[in-house]
């Protein structure tokens, strides 16, 4: 329970109407959740705008209603809290309500395109592997110390995350690690958290059916570093040209990591196969049980930003050495006969075509590579035509399937995919909507020695179509089908 007063620390105030001096229990932005002695705040969202529902909020208990707007007409015993911008505010008394809980953690995120829950994971993996206690707020799960959560969203609002924030502390944690995605960062939900260390991994297409332009995605990540204070770092991949635009205006000291350009941190690929790679970091050698280019990115990031938390080279390379691969993020299923699934989250053109240049290095000559893709429904549909042609480019056979088509046809879905598409690449792709299906007919017409890539969903364990979610996991179905393969 906190005094309404003590909470509104910090936030930016237009009007106060009514008593400040009064004991809170709970804060709220979801009206179906409203309890008494609560504060609500009223969010104007894509969809809705709890400003609507005020008198309904009453009703059920809040006696603080947080508003933009007030209502024509003020209750008695009800306290009114003007304010510029909702989704900050919430932010803010967020924080305050939970005691601030950034301030006693080192707090480290990783915003980008690609990449965020590897590096967010291998940190939380690594950092515990140095002896420490650690939370993690990932797209995959959330974990404070070893008690695993499941995860909802890449990044929780802002009253979820400071609460779990607010755990951690309770729990003995002394650092966290979290994915900052772009939508996060343009509500606000990471507002009132104080960060160490902000890690830009790349910027390629993504999200644009929530932000519009690839500008607004832009600005969006670059709000992560402006609003970073002196005290904190920002670790920037200067491989990708939008490195440098996230740091133009920020205060926080500037670290800089490649594989190609000069850069404070550098990684070099010296020997890589299915099962890790031998890298070379900072004039360091070290195996890692992760494959691919873009794994070397992200080991990079991680030992970088473990260096920068003050954490010794040697032990640092040692405990990254003996990392396993994420959940759904380049996982292996090898059959009797030699054949080699692969399942990943590669949802994006940049991802899809990093995963399968990734595969083709190390495979070996005369194999083939079958892989199995599809698109999200109800989501961004420009991208469709881009992996459709990535796809079919890079591999010697594609089956277009079903990803969560969510209200969206599937068989749409797949056209947008084949749209532009030459007669050549046509001719080597399967339409089977049905994942399960196409994921069984890939198997089917492997050969020892191929590999099948199952992309898109990597770790999560259902498939969303008409409003219904219903149990699947790729690496269950591949596998069983592995296992049933005469």
Request: with cysteine; net charge neutral; proline share 2%.
């Amino acid at each position: 329970m906190k005094l309404l007063k003590d909470i509104l620390y910090k936030v930016r105030l237009e009007e106060v109407i009514g008593n400040t001096n009064i004991a809170i229990e709970s804060i709220y932005h979801d009206s179906r959740q409203v309890t008494s002695q609560s504060l609500f705040v009223a969010l104007k969202g894509r969809h809705s705008d709890g400003h609507t529902y005020i008198d309904a909020v009453i009703k059920q208990g809040a006696i603080v209603v947080v508003c933009e707007r007030l209502p024509e007409e003020l209750k008695k015993d009800i306290t009114y809290v003007r304010v510029n911008d909702s989704w900050e505010a919430l932010a803010i008394l967020a924080a305050n309500f939970y005691n601030n809980p950034s301030e006693k953690l080192k707090i480290a995120g990783v915003t980008g395109t690609n990449g965020k829950t590897s590096i967010a994971t291998v940190l939380y993996k690594l950092f515990t592997q140095l002896g420490n206690t650690v939370g993690l707020l990932s797209t995959v799960e959330n974990k404070i110390g070893n008690k695993t959560l499941p995860s909802t969203h890449t990044t929780p609002d802002a009253l979820a995350v400071q609460k779990l924030l607010a755990e951690m502390v309770k729990a003995g944690c002394t650092h966290c690690f979290m994915e900052v995605s772009s939508i996060a960062i343009d509500q606000k939900r990471i507002f009132g958290i104080q960060f160490d260390v902000a890690i830009f991994t790349n910027l390629t297409h993504d999200h644009l059916d929530y932000h519009g332009t690839f500008e607004n995605y832009i600005k969006a990540k670059k709000q992560f570093f402006d609003q970073l204070p002196s005290t904190a770092a920002a670790l920037i991949n200067v491989d990708d040209k939008n490195g440098k635009i996230m740091v133009q205006n920020t205060k926080a000291k500037v670290y800089t990591y490649s594989m190609k350009s000069f850069a404070d941190f550098k990684v070099k690929i010296l020997e890589k196969e299915l099962r890790g790679m031998h890298l070379n970091i900072n004039n360091k050698e070290v195996w890692v049980r992760l494959t691919g280019e873009f794994n070397a990115y992200n080991v990079l990031s991680a030992y970088a930003t473990s260096i920068i938390l003050g954490n010794e080279q040697v032990n640092t390379l040692t405990a990254l050495s003996t990392i396993e691969p994420i959940e759904g993020r380049f996982n292996t299923v090898i059959s009797k006969d030699g054949i080699t699934g692969i399942i990943d989250y590669a949802h994006t053109p940049d991802a899809l075509q990093n995963i399968i240049e990734s595969i083709r290095d190390v495979m070996k000559v005369g194999t083939k590579l079958i892989t199995v893709v599809g698109c999200g429904g109800d989501r961004d549909t420009t991208k469709r035509p881009i992996m459709g042609k990535l796809a079919s480019s890079l591999s010697d056979q594609c089956i277009f399937t079903s990803d969560n088509p969510r209200s969206e046809d599937p068989n749409k879905i797949i056209a947008d995919m084949k749209e532009g598409l030459s007669s050549s690449l046509l001719q080597k792709i399967l339409s089977i909507t049905d994942r399960e299906e196409a994921i069984r007919t890939a198997v089917s017409i492997a050969k020892p020695g191929d590999v099948i890539l199952v992309a898109g969903k990597g770790h999560e364990k259902y498939q969303e179509a008409n409003g219904v979610r219903k149990d699947f996991d790729d690496k269950k179905v591949i596998t069983e089908t592995f296992n049933n393969r005469v």
